[in-house]
């Protein structure tokens, strides 16, 4: 047999290695706190559960849904607007996704040509990478340093690049590095993608994630920004509807109406009652919003203060799900250090340079696990030693 060669450029690296060592721990009856993959466990609200179960009471609704429904479409475009104060067009500036890593995936497909240049941040979501080189692209990683705040410089990319580059894509908050932007990079941002007419995909899934009473907004809510791009939402995080894998992508016209063509050949549409979960999550009462905001405030809290108590100093995020942090000083390698995690602690993180070169000195931590399973982690990294230079 033979494979496409596009494929030597995906390998199984440090999470296969991670999961068979997890494995191996818990059939030895050993325990472990996963704080690697970035899956919520914080359930939907109760409405959203219950719009869900009703609909998929319906033998009506197993047909396929080809399209997004007009409902569907329209409780999008008063979310936007109620929400992040973005007027929208529902029938031309609103495409579903099967999950923002499906839309992530697949739209380099419908706005480049192989051997385009793509900008990506570096360290960033691995997808933001791989979906690029699927469509054959050429990358070039815009660094996200800790002396900027993680945030991306626009003036440090080279005019030859800026000039060739057709599609940029940009987050935040950020995954992995946490961080916001202000205001004026987006403005920047904005005038950057005119002058060298670049396509901009901003991802805002953690938009609602966000502590210490700040608030965060929307890239399409800034002057000129549908001119140039689009944004990809999520419900997974906010609202707890990862598996439903309900994500949208908004904006531009133009880039909208080439996914919803691409789309059309690739898949039959979302699920009818997973349509329905998403109009009442996006409509009806938002305190499941807040509630949700404030447990990973919570846990946040716990694990930064946990582990600056044992002597691994850490900085509290501005906003996410996840921790990132430089590796403990006695340690050279973050894939080393995650290693010895989960062998001597029983904790398994992951390594920074999974995210990218820049990512190297650094790890993730996920806040995926109940407070108690938190404090666990905390006192069984302590006990191990493993901080002790």
């Given at each position: 047999?033979?494979?496409?060669?596009?494929?030597?450029q995906?390998g199984?690296?440090?999470?296969?290695?991670?999961?068979?060592?997890?494995?191996?721990k818990?059939?030895?009856?050993?325990?472990?706190?996963?704080?690697?993959?970035?899956?919520?466990?914080?359930?939907?609200?109760?409405?959203?559960?219950?719009?869900?179960?009703?609909?998929?009471?319906?033998?009506?609704?197993?047909?396929?849904?080809?399209?997004?429904?007009?409902d569907?479409?329209?409780?999008?475009?008063?979310?936007y607007?109620?929400?992040?104060?973005?007027?929208?067009?529902?029938?031309?500036?609103?495409?579903?996704?099967?999950?923002?890593?499906?839309?992530?995936?697949?739209?380099?497909?419908?706005?480049?040509?192989?051997?385009?240049?793509?900008?990506?941040p570096?360290?960033?979501?691995?997808v933001?990478?791989?979906?690029?080189?699927?469509?054959?692209?050429?990358?070039?990683f815009?660094?996200?340093?800790?002396?900027?705040?993680?945030?991306?410089?626009?003036?440090?990319?080279?005019?030859?690049?800026?000039?060739?580059?057709?599609?940029?894509?940009?987050?935040?908050?950020?995954?992995?590095?946490?961080?916001m932007?202000?205001?004026?990079?987006?403005?920047?941002?904005?005038?950057?993608?005119?002058?060298?007419?670049?396509?901009?995909?901003?991802?805002?899934a953690?938009?609602?994630l966000?502590?210490?009473?700040?608030?965060?907004?929307?890239?399409?809510?800034?002057p000129?920004?549908?001119d140039?791009g689009?944004?990809?939402?999520?419900l997974?995080?906010t609202?707890?509807?990862?598996?439903?894998?309900?994500?949208?992508?908004?904006g531009?016209?133009?880039?909208?109406?080439?996914?919803?063509?691409?789309k059309?050949?690739?898949?039959?549409g979302?699920?009818?009652?997973?349509?329905?979960?998403?109009?009442?999550?996006?409509?009806?009462?938002?305190?499941?919003?807040?509630e949700t905001?404030?447990a990973?405030?919570?846990?946040?809290?716990?694990?930064?203060?946990?582990?600056?108590?044992?002597?691994w100093?850490?900085?509290?995020?501005?906003?996410?799900?996840?921790?990132?942090?430089?590796i403990?000083?006695?340690?050279k390698k973050s894939?080393?250090?995650?290693?010895?995690?989960?062998?001597?602690?029983?904790v398994?993180?992951?390594?920074?340079?999974?995210?990218?070169?820049?990512?190297?000195g650094?790890?993730?931590m996920?806040?995926?696990?109940?407070?108690?399973?938190?404090?666990?982690a905390?006192?069984a990294?302590?006990?191990?030693?493993?901080?002790?230079?």
């Amino acid at each position: 047999m033979q494979f496409a060669k596009r494929m030597n450029q995906f390998g199984e690296g440090i999470f296969t290695k991670l999961a068979e060592i997890k494995r191996k721990k818990l059939e030895k009856g050993e325990p472990v706190v996963d704080l690697s993959i970035g899956a919520p466990n914080i359930p939907p609200a109760d409405h959203i559960i219950e719009a869900l179960c009703t609909a998929a009471l319906d033998k009506n609704n197993y047909t396929y849904a080809i399209n997004d429904q007009n409902d569907l479409l329209e409780a999008v475009s008063y979310w936007y607007k109620k929400r992040y104060g973005v007027d929208l067009n529902p029938k031309t500036e609103v495409c579903s996704l099967l999950g923002s890593q499906e839309g992530l995936a697949h739209i380099s497909l419908s706005i480049i040509d192989e051997g385009d240049l793509v900008l990506v941040p570096d360290p960033c979501y691995p997808v933001f990478a791989d979906g690029p080189l699927l469509a054959g692209a050429k990358l070039y990683f815009m660094p996200q340093k800790k002396e900027n705040g993680y945030i991306i410089n626009l003036e440090d990319i080279p005019e030859y690049v800026a000039k060739e580059a057709k599609f940029m894509i940009v987050s935040y908050p950020n995954n992995p590095t946490t961080a916001m932007a202000p205001d004026e990079f987006y403005v920047d941002l904005v005038a950057f993608a005119k002058k060298y007419d670049i396509i901009v995909l901003h991802d805002n899934a953690y938009s609602e994630l966000v502590f210490d009473g700040q608030q965060c907004g929307s890239f399409l809510a800034f002057p000129g920004a549908k001119d140039v791009g689009i944004e990809f939402n999520s419900l997974s995080k906010t609202y707890g509807l990862a598996g439903a894998r309900i994500g949208f992508c908004i904006g531009n016209e133009e880039v909208v109406s080439r996914l919803k063509i691409l789309k059309s050949n690739m898949d039959y549409g979302m699920f009818l009652p997973i349509q329905k979960a998403a109009i009442s999550a996006i409509t009806q009462n938002q305190d499941c919003v807040e509630e949700t905001r404030k447990a990973y405030e919570k846990r946040r809290d716990i694990l930064c203060n946990g582990f600056n108590e044992i002597g691994w100093n850490i900085q509290k995020p501005q906003g996410t799900m996840f921790v990132w942090s430089e590796i403990p000083t006695n340690y050279k390698k973050s894939e080393d250090f995650v290693i010895d995690m989960i062998e001597k602690a029983g904790v398994i993180i992951t390594p920074g340079s999974a995210f990218g070169p820049l990512g190297e000195g650094y790890v993730r931590m996920a806040l995926v696990q109940d407070e108690e399973e938190l404090r666990k982690a905390i006192k069984a990294v302590d006990e191990s030693g493993i901080l002790k230079v």
